[in-house]
């Protein structure tokens, strides 16, 4: 069962040193980055400078470094989905030393009223997914623990914001009319595919998240609604904002 795979009894096999040698200190904060449009315009605006590689069999992810008023600040793209977005982070912290990472995509809105025209940043996520359960013990739920800290910086910057429950999900071609309804019943106001194995793996590594979100796409029993997904996911507000609060960190 997913939900035995929590073991703390006992040593992992493989560690990160067999890959990269001894961990590094390059910087403190870093950006988790899901839009190529948002990164290429970071690549484009600033002097960037190439600091590690995430790597792999199927290519090398980049870890850059830019300066942005005064504060440097890593950043890359991740991939999409629990496991490999969790595997990214716990690495990148590895490679460059970052100790707080600053996480922001798109979801989906569960919630139209409550999500409309504000930026949602989740209190607690739904674990539908499988990564979470070898970083904490088993719970529907897990916290997203520096949620009231990024809203007051929200609140500071005049960002419109709502806290919320939110639904991580592996796949989301099997979000059901019930599982949908099950969720907005217990309070989610939005689904996205990372966050509750992110938090997880912070949390286990004794790394900070702060993650905040904006909603395309709709999901209401009622169908779906596609139209905003793009706007979404590409939005650069989110990186100027994102941007800001690694200075307020």
Same mark, same amino acid.
């Given at each position: 069962m997913i939900t035995d795979s929590y073991d703390i009894e006992t040593e992992p096999i493989i560690s990160l040193r067999d890959f990269y040698g001894e961990p590094k200190h390059i910087v403190d904060i870093c950006l988790i980055i899901f839009s190529k449009e948002i990164h290429r315009n970071l690549l484009d605006t600033f002097d960037c400078v190439?600091?590690?590689?995430?790597?792999? *069999?199927?290519?090398?992810? /980049?870890?850059y470094k830019m300066n942005y008023k005064g504060t440097e600040i890593a950043?890359? #793209?991740?991939?999409?989905?629990?496991?490999?977005a969790s595997a990214y982070c716990y690495e990148a912290s590895w490679l460059t030393g970052a100790k707080k990472?600053?996480?922001?995509?798109? *979801? $989906?809105?569960?919630?139209?009223?409550?999500?409309? $025209?504000?930026?949602?940043?989740?209190?607690? /996520?739904?674990?539908?997914?499988g990564c979470s359960y070898y970083f904490a013990e088993p719970s529907d739920y897990i916290e997203i623990k520096n949620s009231n800290k990024l809203a007051s910086i929200f609140s500071d910057l005049g960002v419109p914001y709502v806290q919320g429950k939110v639904w991580t999900t592996e796949s989301m071609v099997r979000e059901t009319r019930g599982l949908v309804s099950k969720r907005k019943n217990e309070g *989610?106001?939005?689904?996205e595919m990372e966050l509750a194995g992110v938090q997880a793996a912070c949390d286990f590594y004794d790394l900070e998240l702060y993650d905040f979100l904006e909603a395309g796409d709709v999901l209401e029993s009622s169908g779906y609604e596609v139209e905003g997904l793009r706007d979404a996911n590409?939005?650069?507000?989110? #990186?100027?904002?994102? #941007?800001?609060v690694a200075l307020r960190l």
């Open positions: 190439e600091i590690a590689k995430i790597s792999a *069999c199927n290519g090398n992810n /980049s870890i950043f890359y #793209l991740t991939a999409i989905g629990s496991a490999v990472f600053i996480m922001f995509g798109s *979801c $989906g809105s569960l919630d139209r009223e409550k999500t409309d $025209g504000k930026f949602i940043v989740p209190t607690e /996520s739904y674990r539908g997914e *989610c106001i939005a689904v590409h939005d650069f507000e989110k #990186l100027y904002i994102a #941007l800001e």
